[in-house]
């Protein structure tokens, strides 16, 4: 059992504009609630759980000044949008503590009923003006260890954003200075779309309905099952077999690519999916360095958009080579690299009457009252994403570097279907 023995609100320890400020179409499109993930440190030598909440509390205040868009409020301006307005209100920073030891969580499995009390609890029923952006909760243990459970609203900052948000933060911690890289870019009208916004000039099935099985008008009773989380742990070999079965001489796939396109062909085979069953899958890409010019790879916000693979059944994943699969995500992924696509995709969320329709993703639980169809995106579907890129184990506060990173919640409590696929990190 998780006591909560303190809880604070976090301000900047400087004064910051005070403006409103417009989010970009990459941000609209993104669940305003929050994405968990957790921090995991061995015990530290010499360290008393209460200096540790200390030193977290006192560099939170000074990365906000830098990070100041994160201390304010969204603001509700109609559709489905919201505007930031930053009041330098703070953020939420709680202290626990558990009788257990880090041991009893085992692998970390990402489920609420397994680690849901190591990252804050966020009251939805509150206005949405009164809720904090940011929650961090230090959570100490019987044995020393220590963890760190952050949720980020998702519509504020992306992946890649918040990793680089921490990573700065542990180095204000640890005392030193940021260097000019560290520093964010905010300026969100970058990923803005046309002035004026041009009719969308592609098809985006990525933001229409997914498939449903075969047999069925809508996703009532898959939205009802149970569901529950899994750690595939694969090596180096294992990884590199799969790699070698997609590809051929003329053409050679990804990591990414080739366990993507396993998972999907595993998946449809243990859904016993009838071979007509249509099926996508959904991939997310940075697109920092897709547009032109370039966006700084220290922009603090979103810039993440979504592509979809198209006109494929179940019967085709399952009986053809593994590199059919693979072909079929690397063609959704080349779509990523197409600026036209990119900017044609923003233009296209601007001019949705409400974006709420838009935002189908594993942490848009909590953004409708419902699931229906337009939000369903679970069997016969999967969602597959990667973390290889991001460098997760940067966070060292001054205890060191965290011995595990991830997901703290996939899916949430609306029993949704989906496989996500973590690649962070391939074991030896």
């Not at 905010?186 to 009719?199: A, E, K, N």
């Not at 243990?270 to 940075?286: K, P």
């Not at 779509?335 to 696509?341: R, S, T």
Request: charged share 20%.
């Amino acid at each position: 059992m998780v006591s909560i023995t303190s809880s604070c609100t976090v301000t900047p320890s400087e004064p910051t504009p005070k403006s409103c400020m417009r989010l970009s179409e990459c941000d609209q499109s993104c669940a305003w609630t929050h994405s968990p993930t957790i921090y995991v440190y061995h015990p530290p030598p010499h360290l008393h759980s209460q200096d540790a909440f200390h030193t977290l509390k006192q560099s939170l205040k000074k990365i906000l000044v830098y990070y100041y868009p994160l201390a304010g409020r969204l603001r509700p301006i109609g559709g489905g949008r919201f505007e930031l307005d930053c009041n330098a209100k703070g953020v939420t920073l709680l202290q626990a503590h558990s009788p257990k030891t880090l041991n009893h969580y085992a692998d970390f499995r990402p489920h609420s009923t397994v680690i849901g009390d190591l990252i804050p609890h966020i009251d939805y029923t509150k206005p949405i003006d009164d809720i904090p952006l940011i929650f961090v909760q230090l959570t100490t243990f019987s044995c020393g260890g220590l963890i760190i459970g952050l949720a980020n609203s998702h519509i504020m900052i992306d992946g890649v954003a918040a990793i680089k948000f921490v990573s700065s933060w542990a180095k204000l911690a640890r005392g030193q200075s940021l260097a000019e890289d560290d520093m964010p870019f905010l300026d969100r009208t970058v990923l803005r779309g046309s002035q004026p916004v041009m009719p969308p000039r592609f098809d985006h099935p990525e933001y229409e309905s997914y498939p449903l099985l075969v047999g069925t008008s809508d996703a009532t009773e898959e939205v009802k099952k149970e569901t529950s989380t899994e750690i595939l742990k694969l090596t180096k070999e294992q990884v590199e077999k799969l790699r070698k079965e997609a590809s051929d001489e003329s053409r050679k796939y990804t990591r990414f690519e080739a366990v993507s396109g396993h998972l999907w062909r595993s998946a449809c085979k243990a859904r016993q999916h009838e071979y007509e069953q249509a099926t996508l899958v959904r991939v997310s890409g940075d697109i920092r360095n897709k547009v032109k010019p370039p966006l700084p790879q220290n922009y603090a916000g979103n810039a993440v958009l979504r592509s979809v693979t198209r006109n494929v059944i179940a019967g085709d994943v399952m009986s053809k080579p593994l590199g059919y699969a693979a072909g079929k995500i690397r063609e959704a992924i080349e779509l990523l690299k197409d600026e036209e696509f990119l900017r044609d995709q923003l233009d296209l969320i601007a001019t949705v009457e409400d974006v709420n329709s838009l935002r189908k993703g594993f942490h848009s639980v909590g953004c409708t009252s419902a699931l229906t169809r337009a939000s369903y995106f679970g069997n016969p579907n999967l969602i597959l994403g990667t973390w290889m890129s991001m460098e997760v184990y940067d966070a060292d506060f001054g205890w060191g570097k965290p011995l595990y990173m991830g997901p703290a919640n996939i899916g949430g409590e609306e029993a949704i279907d989906e496989l996500f696929g973590c690649l962070n990190q391939v074991t030896s």
